[in-house]
Each structure stands twice: as C-alpha cells, then as structure tokens.
T-cell receptor, first 117, second 107 residues
Framework: GAVVSQHPSRVICKSGTSVKIECRSLDFQATTMFWYRQFPKQSLMLMATSNEGSKATYEQGVEKDKFLINHASLTLSTLTVTSAHPEDSSFYIC?????????????FGDGTRLSIL | QQPVQSPQAVILREGEDAVINCSSSKALYSVHWYRQKHGEAPVFLMILLKGGEQKGHDKISASFNEKKQQSSLYLTASQLSYSGTYFCGTTGNQFYFGTGTSLTVIP
C-alpha cells in the first residue's frame, strides 16, 4: 500500500541549530502534503499545507520564516525549523494525499521527535 | 477551524461501549477517523464521504450527519487494544484534526 517515509525519526540538537525534516511519498505522487505539530497530550495542529511547485500555505500563527517548507517534487516535501529553540521541541508529522484522491485517507509519516536543548 | 470532539477522555472496562462525537463549525465534505497510540503516527480507521453514510468494521463504526456537521464513532464491546487517542479529521483544501478523545480500556 501507499507509504510515506519521514526522516529523521528523532533529533536532539542545541538551541540555535536549524533542523531539516524530510517527507517522501514512496509509491504515489503527492501534489499536497501537510505538516503538523503535536505537543504532549494535545491534538495534531496543522502548521502548513505544502503544494508541489508553489508556496506553502501557512496556518494562522505559524511563522513562515521560522518553518520553511519546500515541496520541490511530487514525492518530496521538507520542513526546516530554522534557529530552533527549546519551545520548538515537539512531535512533527507529515501526511500526503494521493494525487486526485480527495476522498481517500491521508498517508502519514512516522513522525519526527524534535528535542532542542 | 478545528473540529471539537467530546468527550475529552473516557475510561471503559473491557466489553463496554463508547461513543465519540465530532462537531464542526464549518461544512464537512468528508470525515476521517484515526487512532493514535502514544508517540506514534495516527492510524487510519475509516472515512465517510457522504452525509448519512454509516460505516464499520469489526466492532468500530461511524456515522456522518452532513446537515448537522457532525460525525460519531461507535466502539462496541471494547478491547484493551482500543486504548489510544481518537481523532476525527475533516477535509477541504486542508486537513484538520479534531481536538481528540483519550480512550482507556481497562481489564
């Protein structure tokens, strides 16, 4: 079945470091990918919608300059957390929708646990 | 824009039933249901595409009331493996998760 690969699964780094997270759709083309952030005991909050070949659409309150999203191909979207600080520590997860499959389930990556020291 | 779920948390004994509700302030085009175990990605349960649609597999089923912009997830004869946090999700151009319902099944 459809698989989304997210890498890395865990990152621990110092404050001020930039961290890049990759999300790949392995066997389908994803014109749209979504990035979520989840704090402990909370829901998954949509950060941005990534569209292949165009700028990402960010949700209100999400800093575009801090969370850089690039969706350069139909199978790859990246999220870069720039100059990360401890408050950015969270579980980040991507999902992808098969091209033209609005009525189909989202396919999720396994998530990235980011810890900023 | 985030759908609201109720209850926020529920504790069941094995074999008991539960209902989780999902309500949106915006029109729902479809409703997805997911279950998430701690520290893991959400796992897809089912999707409902049309108002009035009901679906189910095993002992988990769901309904979708498009007019009321609501969906409900029904868990019958709960098993220990049902424990987790349940999220509804709604689609349009974006995909928003609901506020979540923590469900714990105890022996």
């Amino acid at each position: 079945g459809a698989v989304v690969s997210q890498h890395p699964s865990r990152v621990i780094c110092k404050s001020g470091t930039s961290v890049k997270i990759e999300c790949r759709s392995l066997d389908f083309q994803a014109t749209t990918m979504f990035w979520y952030r989840q704090f402990p005991k909370q829901s998954l909050m949509l950060m941005a919608t990534s569209n292949e070949g165009s700028k990402a659409t960010y949700e209100q309150g999400v800093e575009k300059d801090k969370f850089l999203i690039n969706h350069a191909s139909l199978t790859l979207s990246t999220l870069t957390v720039t100059s990360a600080h401890p408050e950015d520590s969270s579980f980040y997860i991507c999902s992808a929708r098969d091209r033209g499959q609005l009525g189909q389930p989202q396919h999720f990556g396994d998530g990235t646990r980011l810890s900023i020291l | 824009q985030q759908p609201v779920q109720s209850p926020q948390a529920v504790i069941l004994r094995e074999g008991e039933d539960a209902v989780i509700n999902c309500s949106s302030s915006k029109a729902l085009y479809s409703v997805h249901w997911y279950r998430q175990k701690h520290g893991e990605a959400p796992v897809f349960l089912m999707i409902l595409l049309k108002g009035g649609e009901q679906k189910g597999h095993d002992k988990i089923s769901a309904s979708f009331n498009e007019k009321k912009q609501q969906s409900s997830l029904y868990l019958t004869a709960s098993q220990l493996s049902y424990s987790g946090t349940y999220f509804c999700g709604t689609t349009g151009n974006q995909f928003y998760f609901g506020t979540g319902t923590s469900l714990t099944v105890i022996p």
